[in-house]
């Protein structure tokens, strides 16, 4: 029996860099957290220190802001961004083998020539991985998506009909609200390059469409409707996953103060709150090799 | 000499209630988060554990869960559901002198008839007390304002002339980012009740508008001028108060990369940060009594 | 009618400095949060963006980096520091009148000579202001404190004989969990310098044990009884302000499962929450000029 | 082609309950934070909205604070209840399949009989998993685990023989603070009961005096020797998996201000930080089976 090193990466996380692009009349500005994680041969430094091998990530860090200089122009999506960072850690080091750049966008809307306000707290997410060949000869991924996208319908949305027992104790309803903020991740059917701009705002709204039309009758109905829809305007998607919490809005009891409460009032609860997970993805979506290393 | 009860309040902070209107076909939906203050006969509490002087915070939670179901109808504002609240405290028992209704409107964009998006962490808030009667006979005090409204100057911003000390190492800049998070909060020349929502939005208008087009020395010259305007287009405002953190974005330097950098790669720091914070007001405001307790 | 500028203050915010000590064998390390805020002549950078009168908040930075240096030995109270810091800007600065250096230090366990573990999220707080003489002379302020100090009581805690309304519907109780996160902030009799390591470490175990002893019938009287206790064994202080959130554990309802709920089973709520503020002080304090600025 | 349903789950999160065991003179007081997510037939629940398979989320809360009152008295571990709670959702419900319980428990240090203070933000963590037998006939697993450990070595910490490229210019140093969060989590030789608490300590004890004895090249570095130490001292462990950001402290440059800086005053900064995640395992440990599911 001895000891052993097993699975292991670095990297540097949440590196803030902000890009503004001046060529034109008008600013454009592109605001993003960008976290670097990287393996390879990094038995010597985890069993000796010998870091021989170790690109330090204050060097990560510094290589997101020089191609932040020269990939990162005008309306440049993520995803290029992202990939082409993951490919020069592995092809610029030989003991570097794998790598991932994940990114977090913040949206701002254009106020003027050269202002903006942060509208949303919604973000843009991608992660680019790079790696060894897989048997299909693929050696990059993209999962692009979104976070922080909060939704609710006031109406619409049942829930019964589910199993009860001894600790079953929840009415059944025909009439609650639904609130939930979707993370989204989605890959690619194939690893070629595309207008990501272009599926990002489809899927999006492809997204959001399914919630506001499904008549619900679960979150996970709501959920599955989504994902479906979203692969239908976007052929180029070959899976999709879903996690979506189930914030609770509960119909406050106003019959002490003599009122009638027909679904109007609420408490919004924090803790605990439903917490749904899923994956919708095609019969013939090809594997996904290290797309969600 | 003897240990006496000083300044003392209490209430319930942080009231979670969603009001749903259903009135028309369309829901009207209004997410708040209410917090009250009272003040009063409230020595025995503390000196002997009395409470007979005392509306426990759990009635001051149901009592705004009532009146939500009561005064919030579609587009009530929060100003007078606040000073409705504070003024029943208030009135509805004898041993509280002084009630102070904080609100927090958290935003919701329409989506469809009984759907919507949250699409914003700008919050719209709200501070209304009601008290004893000051000298001037008034008893009742508005101060509407926001919150996380954030803003982003890509130009027009220069910093330099400023004192210099043997701890100054600050280069004068004649281009720089501004950006801000702004806290803004106002009170009125009079109590009278009037179009809150205009007021506000107005108000809110006038603090974006200055601040893009204000080029800017300094972020207290860009404060000043966004009070200024909002004093300007609102002839009801007495005073505003706004705190603006300067959300440094530094330039990074590129050089070592054999890369120039004019102003286009920034890293967004998080502490320390800048935190500027002024007062606008009219020479004839009237005295601010319990506005700001 | 004039539009006029009131109230401002500037500085710089969250400045994280650690220092270590190696003088000894043993490292000393003393880990702060540094808040600056400035007021002065400052009219010139709000009105027309003129800078003569500011000293830079950079420097402010660089300031507290340099003292922390020449000034943070081993052992030394924030309190000292934040004094000589606030004494320095307005001592230095000929435009600057008024200075508050606030401190957060965060508290860390020694594990070996240079080896340690922050074990708790308590803090402990200083706010040094420096200004313009009063009419008694005094130019100096020091309001020592803690925040984050989170106190549980399972047992002597009851709450009734409140006033009861027709929004009331909490039902009395004899036993019930009483739980908090104390922020304290302390002045003192006089502005003459002390041990102030000994004041904190009374004053801190008087809360605790006040809080410990206290059958408490209300959240306000073991307020009351912490802050007398704190001055009955500290006669140096003068006043003291406590904030205290009414942390809620409802006993949860398991009737429904077949299961008594003797106060065994409770639930921790985030939000609402009760919030007591309140202030003991003896009667004959002196004055607090510009302490709480 | 056809879209399908992929991988999901569900579940309740965040329970905050609170036990109090009253048997004897002293309460003993256990303060959870309780996660379930289930997977099984939930298939219709998605495609139709049919819940006939799906127990609710609110269930689950509630089986939570029944079970919390018959299964954690005093001193009872966590793995204990997290592995009966998992078991019970599967052996009790047809349709589900497979079921995680995670449990973040929060420490509280005696003050007295009923008395207690919350005296630090490391939490201790398991994550129970009953679900269908593998090919190994086990069917239960468990990983215990802490998080939010704050460790600090103001010496014996050195960073150098690293990879240069056209993007490095970090310096190299033979001194320098290393800090970090610890995220530890680790899996057992077999599925059997055992005294949970002893390894628990046992393990936490290696982790800490291994960070505080190492001679550091590298966090990786550290990182392995805290694992391999936890290993060395818990025959019983197979596997632990550590996640440690470097929590950068970067000298301060004095120079300017004519002093020097011999690692004396540092700036604690927030983001980028480098992250460093491993695993230490041996090289008989038995398959993981759904343990980290």
Not at 32 to 57: E, I, K, M, R, Y
Not at 167 to 179: G, K, V
Not at 237 to 266: C, Q, S, Y
């Given at each position: 029996m001895a ?6 990466r670095?990297g540097?996380?949440?590196i803030?860099?902000v890009?503004?692009a001046?060529d034109?009349?008008d600013h ?9 994680s990287?393996a390879g ?17 204050d060097?990560?860090?510094n290589?997101?802001f020089?191609f932040a ?7 440049q999506?993520i995803?290029t961004?992202a990939?082409?960072l ?6 610029s080091?030989?003991?570097i ?10 949206a ?12 949303t707290?919604?973000t843009?997410?991608v992660?680019?991985v790079?790696?060894p ?5 693929t ?5 692009s998506?979104?976070a922080?996208l909060?939704?609710l319908?006031s109406?619409?949305?049942e ?6 027992d001894g600790?079953?104790t ?8 639904l609130?939930?903020?979707v993370?989204a ?6 690893p ?13 709204a492809?997204?959001v ?5 499904t008549?619900?009758y679960?979150?996970?109905q ?11 305007v976007?052929p180029e998607?070959a ?16 019959a002490?103060f003599?009122?009638?409460?027909d679904n109007?009032v ?6 605990p709150?439903?917490l ?17 290393w």
């Amino acid at each position: 029996m001895a000891v052993i090193l097993g699975d292991n990466r670095y990297g540097k996380a949440e590196i803030r860099v902000v890009r503004v692009a001046r060529d034109g009349e008008d600013h454009v500005l592109t605001d993003l957290n960008v976290s670097v994680s990287l393996a390879g041969d990094l038995a010597g430094t985890h069993l000796t220190g010998d870091n021989a091998a170790v690109l330090p990530t204050d060097t990560q860090k510094n290589t997101v802001f020089a191609f932040a200089k020269e990939q990162l122009g005008s309306g440049q999506p993520i995803e290029t961004f992202a990939a082409c960072l993951a490919k020069h850690f592995v092809d610029s080091q030989p003991t570097i083998h794998c790598a991932r750049v994940s990114i977090v966008e913040y949206a701002w809307q254009r106020l003027g020539p050269h202002s903006f306000a942060r509208t949303t707290n919604e973000t843009r997410t991608v992660s680019a991985v790079y790696g060894p060949d897989q048997s299909d000869g693929t050696s990059a991924w993209i999962v692009s998506g979104l976070a922080d996208l909060v939704l609710l319908n006031s109406a619409d949305s049942e829930f019964h009909g589910y199993l009860k027992d001894g600790y079953t104790t929840l009415p059944e309803t025909t009439d609650r609200i639904l609130a939930t903020a979707v993370e989204a991740r989605w890959r690619y059917m194939s690893p070629s390059s595309r207008d990501w701009n272009t599926t990002f705002d489809r899927a999006r709204a492809a997204l959001v469409t399914a919630f506001v039309r499904t008549y619900s009758y679960s979150l996970q109905q709501t959920l599955y409707a989504m994902g479906q829809h979203a692969l239908d305007v976007c052929p180029e998607i070959a899976e999709i996953r879903l996690a979506m919490p189930n914030k609770h809005h509960f119909a406050v009891d106003l019959a002490p103060f003599g009122l009638t409460n027909d679904n109007e009032v609420f408490v919004a609860a924090d803790r605990p709150y439903g917490l749904i997970e899923g994956t919708v993805l095609r019969d013939d979506a090809p594997e996904p090799g290290l797309a969600w290393w």
